[in-house]
């Protein structure tokens, strides 16, 4: 029994990839200075909201811009003024974004041995990765993400919403402390 329950999660967060594959095309198209409105209308889906104890049967599910706009068993149709991207979910379940509260946006791939361009262009690839995965929001514990942050926030690259820290906070030896074993503090023993 157990078994199935994490089989069912499982196929539901791999489902959830059409939603974020309409993000893809939502950014997209503002990255690429389309000023009409974007819609996209997802149709036959099965939609799991997290307080129901099951999905519901296939509906439609319509989002004007960033908002969910309706919601129905019966076909809905898009306003004019709206560029609509239709997605058949083909019977598939649609969830909410999955958040991650640990992340490292620009950090966890880092390359010291590298320049920082390089380190960017590859937290930016990581980011359109975690998104294509289900993760719409990541809280960054640490590290310089807020130039990703604003890329993403711009439209320019597709990714989560980041909600950044800053810089990293540890004690001594901790996992922010970056020197090596046999370094000693500068504080220590004065100036």
Known sequence: MQMNAVYTIRQMMIQACIVLIAVSVVSSNRAYGQNKLTAILFKNVRIFDGNASAATPPSYLLVEGDTI??????PISSPDEYLTTVID??????????????????????????DY????IVAGVSASHILLEG????RD?????????KAIDDGIISGPRIYPSGAMISQTGGHGDSRSWNELNPKFGGN
């Open 117 to 120: 361009g390089y380190n960017y």
């Open 141 to 149: 514990l640490g590290g310089p993400s807020f130039g990703l942050k």
């Open 89 to 114: 979910g083909k019977n598939r379940v649609l969830i909410p974004g999955l958040i991650d509260a640990h992340y490292h946006s620009a950090g966890q791939y880092a390359n010291p041995d590298v």
């Open 135 to 138: 993760f719409t929001t990541v």
């Open 69 to 74: 706009a309706k919601i129905s068993s019966e």
